[in-house]
């Protein structure tokens, strides 16, 4: 009989276990990687037989898997198995719930982690941040922050950057630059993060340098860095640094990113020019959700209603689940097209994919049923709303009563927001407006004493055209700029030509108690005016014109703008601060309703 030596047999069996363990390991990785969740599934069952789920590196993998597949909750139950949590474990585990959007429990096992007596290092504490500027807790952010000062991880580049972004996201962007100035290394996490923040609060200037500046210093930016900076050409309407900016994301390689490619679609639709956002969406090959949700808010600004009801439809093809943002889509759509029937089975279809409806939702029930004179149904909306309606639902209906004359339901509706306390600048407006439009102007007077007692100002009407590198900014009655003799003498020769073509002016959009010739004067000079005429003096070619204003197109410029489309045979398109206007051969793409 053959006999085999007790240390070879040990040796044997721990050959066989080193094997397995690499194995298993090399799998979890696999699987992690490919984001296959039924063999995931498979080999955690098989981990478990042999007995390897008590082996930290592997509760790390597996706590990685389950992130990384979207199932952090499955990761707190691999971490609650584990019977020795190394710094590798709870790092895992944080970082699950910050990846997975669960930000109170990160911070929560961050605390237990504290209290356990494990020190958090480079790998930790980015989670924790990340965890507190998605509650957009500054106090929280902070203290992480003070922690990691102590420890000595305070300008770790990693930890750093990751205070900065955090800094950011919550507003305070003067700590995020100081962080930022002190930062003896910076990489593209810490200037990304100081990017978006300038983005964020509307300092584009300052955004728009920076990232000159990670240029300049030959700084590998990434996606994310370019979404922020498009962004800001977008909101900006810079569509000739946003075109550079796309060729420069093609150049380096970007032209693949989902992420990239909504900011794109979305400045591209800002800037008036819908053609490319097209081709964008069409040539990305792997489209999230907010790529879908950018197109879909384009179709709807541009007046493609049946575009965006197909890409819905295309998008439930695909296996891709809409959300919340999907249906203000839609029904934005439907509310800029009149189309109520449509309008209700989009919002009746949230209940098949569970999606609870917000006051955005009822605001935009509300707006599709007033502007197609539906008041009353509008108001029943309202009253059977299961949350309390608040401003932008009762603007929705005080927007229809004015559109219609409806002023009894209107002054309802003015209660009804007196009700809410303080309101924004633009509700304050907006009553009165709908008062001075009935020709009470007493109570209008008062809504805008009650604006001026607040101390916040009524945004100043602005109309912009880009030229070059330059943009021209116009205000009502403007005569500051250079050119401002042309401009007018260009207006007055184009109104003599659009009163010929049968253009009578209506006053009724001037809601001042002035007599009926100062109140022909005012209107005949608006922004969006003096903006077309000195596009029009500019550009002798035969190119769109494009006009960005910040607030909504008066009726009587709408039909102006028709006019002069009819008279200097050119294309202007109109982008207010609620949709867009292509005006051509004295028709408008919105059909007059807007």
């Known amino acids: 009989m053959l006999h085999i030596p007790q240390r070879c047999l040990q040796v044997g069996i721990q050959l066989r276990f080193e094997q397995n363990y690499r194995n298993v390991c090399d799998l979890l990785l696999s699987v992690t990687r490919s984001r296959t969740l039924p063999k995931g599934l498979?080999?955690?069952?098989?981990?478990?037989?042999?007995?390897?789920?008590?082996?930290?590196?592997v509760s790390h993998y597996l706590i990685n898997f389950y992130s990384k597949t979207q199932l952090p909750i499955d990761s707190q139950r691999v971490f609650n198995e584990t019977h020795i949590k190394s710094s590798t474990t709870w790092s895992s585990i944080i970082s699950s719930f910050a990846q997975n959007e669960l930000p109170i429990l990160a911070l929560e096992y961050f605390k237990k982690m504290v209290d356990y007596g494990v020190r958090p290092d480079d790998h930790i504490f980015p989670s924790a941040t990340k965890a507190s500027a998605i509650l957009s807790n500054y106090n929280v952010g902070r203290s992480v922050h003070c922690l990691a000062l102590k420890t000595g991880y305070g300008f770790d580049v990693f930890v750093a950057s990751s205070v900065v972004d955090m800094y950011a996201k919550c507003g305070k962007i003067q700590d995020a630059r100081n962080m930022f100035d002190e930062m003896p290394m910076r990489n593209v996490v810490s200037w990304s993060g100081m990017i978006y923040g300038y983005a964020q609060l509307g300092e584009h200037e300052e955004a728009l340098w920076l990232?000159?500046?990670?240029?300049?210093?030959?700084?590998?930016?990434?996606?994310?860095t370019f979404t922020s900076v498009i962004r800001v050409c977008g909101n900006t309407t810079l569509l000739g640094l946003g075109q550079q900016l796309h060729g420069l994301s093609l150049k380096l390689s970007f032209d693949s990113s989902s992420f990239i490619g909504s900011a794109l679609i979305s400045m591209y639709s800002k800037c008036g020019i819908i053609k490319p956002a097209y081709q964008i969406f069409q040539e990305t090959p792997i489209k999230n959700l907010g790529m879908w949700n950018a197109m879909l808010?384009?179709?709807?600004?541009?007046?493609?209603?049946?575009?965006a009801f197909e890409l819905f439809q295309e998008m439930e093809s695909s296996g891709m689940k809409p959300n919340f943002i999907t249906f203000l889509c839609t029904l934005y759509a439907c509310s800029h097209s009149g189309l109520v029937e449509k309008g209700k089975y989009y919002f009746n279809l949230m209940k098949h994919y569970k999606i609870e409806p917000t006051d955005q939702h009822y605001a935009s029930m509300v707006d599709i049923f007033g502007r197609a004179n539906k008041l009353d149904e509008a108001l029943s909306i309202i009253k059977e709303m299961p949350i309390k309606p608040t401003e932008c639902v009762w603007g929705a209906l005080l927007t229809g009563c004015r559109?219609?004359?409806?002023?009894?339901?209107?002054?309802?509706?003015?209660?009804?927001?007196?009700?809410?306390?303080?309101?924004?600048?633009g509700m304050h407006v907006l009553l009165s407006n709908a008062y001075a439009s009935v020709g009470r102007y007493e109570e209008a007077a008062r809504a805008r004493k009650m604006l001026r007692d607040t101390g916040v100002k009524k945004e100043t009407g602005l109309s912009w055209v880009e030229e070059g590198n330059m943009?021209?900014?116009?205000?009502?009655?403007?005569?500051?700029?250079?050119?401002s003799k042309e401009i007018y003498e260009k207006l007055e020769d184009l109104e003599d030509e659009m009163v010929e073509a049968g253009y009578v002016a209506d006053t009724s959009y001037v809601l001042?108690?002035?007599?009926?010739?100062?109140?022909?004067?005012?209107?005949?000079?608006?922004s969006e005016r003096l903006a077309i005429a000195f596009a029009l003096i500019t550009f002798k070619d035969k190119r769109p014109i494009r006009v960005m204003k910040n607030l909504r197109i008066c009726g009587d410029c709408h039909t102006a703008i028709k006019f002069m489309s009819k008279c200097c045979g050119r294309v202007i398109i109109v982008r207010d601060n609620n949709r867009f206007h292509r005006f051509e051969d004295g028709k408008c793409s919105c059909s007059d309703y807007w």
């Open 211 to 224: 990232f000159k500046q990670a240029l300049f210093e030959k700084l590998e930016v990434n996606d994310f």
């Open 471 to 483: 943009v021209h900014t116009f205000a009502a009655g403007d005569r500051r700029h250079l050119r």
């Open 42 to 57: 498979q080999l955690h069952g098989q981990i478990i037989k042999l007995g390897f789920q008590i082996i930290p590196l």
């Open 297 to 307: 808010i384009a179709c709807a600004q541009h007046s493609h209603t049946n575009k």
């Open 512 to 526: 001042r108690e002035v007599g009926g010739e100062e109140k022909s004067m005012a209107i005949r000079y608006h």
């Open 403 to 425: 559109l219609h004359g409806n002023t009894e339901l209107a002054a309802y509706a003015a209660d009804k927001v007196f009700e809410l306390g303080p309101v924004s600048s």
